[in-house]
């Protein structure tokens, strides 16, 4: 067998998993999360959780996936047959999210190249373009397709030399643009206005309903209960400390959901002139049919804020992207002991495939509406993968950890490389608090989905 890949760092283990994390989830879910839960309130619960249960499961996650040297599914059977279907599960979600990440993708390929061809205006039609895209026959399938490739490529040339590369060059440039733009941003007439309504805590829109988005959220956005960062984590080497890469990760991924909720929320603003407004209207919609009405706005600057703005995105797209296939290629290789090659090319006609049946969902197969009318495929992979498969394995991995295997077994594969003062802390966390949290955040979700 090939032998296993490795990071060549820290820095570089930390830049992967920042940006796995970072993606679609901070710059196009996020923004609307937060103008629709009451901006500043949301901010603060959103820090509290990442800061508490999201360290806590990342921290959990990467210990696990080091101490195994495995990835999700050998990580939980080198514990006994018995507990493989948890490592089944959670490799599972890969599978479903990549597909329909992919379709995605195209979707932000397709706008950043539509400034700088068909132009500002074209894009600006109230959701007319959005819907003829997604709609078509061929042209849905071939930016589905380019993005597809881009992402084959960079996994294809390997751990060192394609994924660790392309985060290199794609996440500074991603943080440089989401600043410049943030900052042109503001400088709109009225726009001080809706960073205000961003910023500013309003107390009565806390409800149960926002701590259970904010938790959905950050399960996605920190790419957790997916193996992921178990595989991450056995990547790593013995003498980098946990703990400090994982408090970063946590930090680098709010920080970019601050800044794209920065971008964005102001704009939307300035479109509909009031807070109310952009909550009203905040949803999936926010990136492709509201924001490219703000950027038409921008004389003479319409089209470069435009290309910008999704090249951004695009990045925060990829570097995710990248992150899952190159999990589905480690799971595919461990399961069936075969070379990476041919692991790759298992998972191309994979995600081609599925990828393809998913988007047929918005056209060939658009009668087809699984959670009810005016619901896609796509929605359906969405709300399977993230509201229900993700906890069910964030509390089965939490029980595993904690009444199973015993915290001590984590807790020593963390001090192996630094100190851990905070474990009595993390052992309760992981035992009782994030369990219970889970089962609340499922039975929401599902309650509000059928009931
Ligand atoms: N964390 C990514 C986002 O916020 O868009 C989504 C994601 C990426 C999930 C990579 C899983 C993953 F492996």
């Known amino acids: 067998m090939e032998k296993r890949a490795s990071w060549s760092g820290k820095w570089a283990f930390i830049l992967a998993a920042a940006a796995s994390a970072v993606g679609l989830g901070n710059m196009w879910r996020f923004p609307y999360l937060a103008a629709k839960y009451g901006g500043g309130t949301f901010l603060i619960t959103y820090l509290v959780l990442v800061f508490t249960f999201g360290v806590s499961l ?24 018995k507990y493989t279907f948890i490592g089944v599960l959670a490799s599972a979600v890969p599978f479903i999210i990549t597909p329909y990440y ?17 132009g500002p205006e074209a894009l600006a039609d109230g959701g007319e373009f959005f819907t ?11 930016w589905m397709l380019v993005f597809m490739v881009l992402v084959f490529v960079v996994v294809g040339l390997g751990v060192k030399g394609g994924i660790e590369k392309a985060n290199l060059v794609m996440m500074p440039a991603l943080i440089v643009m989401a600043i410049a733009i943030a900052i042109y941003t503001l400088t709109m007439p009225g726009a001080i206005d809706g960073a205000l309504y961003y ?31 178990i595989t991450y984590g056995s990547y790593m080497r013995k003498q980098d400390s946990l703990t400090s890469s994982v408090v970063r990760i946590g930090g680098f991924d709010i920080g970019v959901s601050f800044l794209a909720g920065l971008m964005i929320v102001p704009a939307a603003f300035v479109a509909m002139g009031s807070g109310e407004a952009v909550a009203g209207s905040a949803g999936p919609s926010l990136m492709f049919i509201t924001l490219p009405s703000v950027f038409v706005d921008m004389e003479g600057m319409a089209a470069v804020i435009g290309f910008v703005f999704f090249l951004l995105v695009l990045f925060a797209a990829l570097t995710s992207a990248i992150s899952l296939t190159e999990t589905l290629v480690s799971i595919v290789q461990d399961g069936l002991k075969c070379t990476r090659a041919k692991a790759l090319g298992i998972v191309i006609a994979f995600v081609v495939v599925v990828g393809a049946f998913i988007n047929a969902g ?61 474990a009595g802390a993390w052992t309760v966390m992981i035992k009782y ?19």
């Open 58 to 81: 990342l921290l959990l996650e990467t210990a696990l996936g080091r101490k195994t040297g495995q990835s999700a599914i050998g990580a939980f059977s080198s514990f006994g047959k």
């Open 199 to 229: 910023l500013t805590p309003d107390f009565s829109k806390f409800s149960p309903e926002l701590v259970i988005s904010a938790l959905g959220q950050m399960f996605y956005s920190l790419s957790l209960a997916m193996g992921i960062m």
């Open 362 to 422: 918005y056209n060939g197969l658009a009668f087809i509406e699984p959670l009810g009318a005016g619901t896609s495929m796509l929605d359906f992979a969405d709300f399977i993968s993230n509201s229900v498969m993700m906890p069910i394995v964030a509390l089965l991995t939490c029980i595993f950890v904690g009444w199973i295997v015993k915290p001590k077994a984590i807790i020593d594969e963390v001090r192996v490389s630094s100190k851990f003062s905070a």
């Open 132 to 142: 003829g895209f997604i709609t078509s026959n061929v042209e849905s399938y071939i």
């Open 433 to 451: 608090v994030a369990p219970v949290l889970v089962i609340v955040i499922l039975v929401a979700y599902v309650a509000a989905q059928f009931g």
């Open 102 to 118: 992919c379709i995605i993708g195209g979707w932000v390929t397709k706008y950043m190249v539509s400034y700088l061809g068909a």
